[in-house]
């Protein structure tokens, strides 16, 4: 079984429209992660989870809002898509530990604007 | 969360020894090095990670310095599947302290 399982992996839709990526964890971790991938490959935090509540939320506008029903899902809606939200979107997952905690990707969604 | 420097880019001939470095001269006493990697349209791969002593396991050797201000990745025998982006991150364990991602180094195995 997949640990951290998003869905869908490519997704090409129109300006304007509003659009959901699901995630989901089956490895029990409390904290959830959204990260974005851009066309330089640099890979940026934009919100994390912790037990179902917003703990970071990095500069992102409000058109993208996280959703998370119970601490293995964590949904991110995008409304009114421009096209510089064209990148490819990674959910993660992970849990504190003594010996330090590890995160763990899914395998991201491609998003295309057009 | 202390800043990491990568090289950007390196070669390794297939069948070596890949040895990545790290610096993090302004590493805190609580935050960990941790090594991912992500392989060309897939997630990022956890590798290891390690506070203050050398670190093993099936994937990679980890060397931290004993002053811990810079880290070295060795891959002790690349194959051409291990071409991929390597980052090196250091953080606190933590759920309040996210992984910040930089721009890694861009590793080449040869044939």
């Known amino acids: 079984d997949t640990a951290v399982s998003q869905t869908p992996k490519y997704l090409v839709t129109q300006m304007g429209n509003d659009k959901s990526i699901k995630c989901e964890q089956n490895l029990g971790h409390d904290t959830m992660y959204w990260y974005k991938q851009d066309s330089k490959k640099f890979l940026k935090i934009m919100f994390s989870y912790n037990n179902k509540e917003l703990i970071i939320n990095e500069t992102v506008p409000n058109r993208f809002s996280p959703k998370s029903p119970d601490k293995a899902h964590l949904n991110l809606h995008i409304n009114s898509l421009e096209l510089g939200d064209s990148a490819v979107y990674f959910c993660?997952?992970?849990?504190?530990?003594?010996?330090?905690?590890?995160?763990?990707f899914g395998e991201g969604s491609w998003l295309t604007v057009v | 969360d202390a800043k990491t420097t990568q090289p950007p880019s390196m070669d390794c001939a297939e069948g070596r020894a890949a040895n990545l470095p790290c610096n993090h001269s302004?590493?805190?006493?609580?935050?960990?090095v941790y090594w991912y990697r992500q392989i060309h349209s897939q997630g990022p791969q956890y590798i290891i990670h390690?506070?203050?002593n050398n670190e093993t396991n099936e994937m990679a050797s980890l060397i931290i310095t004993e002053d811990r201000k810079s880290s070295t990745l060795i891959l002790p025998h690349a194959t051409l599947r291990d071409t991929a982006v390597y980052y090196c991150i250091v953080r606190v364990a933590d759920t309040g302290n996210q992984f910040y991602f930089g721009t890694g180094t861009s590793l080449t195995v040869i044939p």
């Open positions: 993660a997952s992970s849990q504190v530990r003594n010996s330090g905690n590890t995160i763990y």
């Open positions: 302004t590493i805190s006493g609580n935050e960990y």
């Open positions: 390690g506070l203050k």
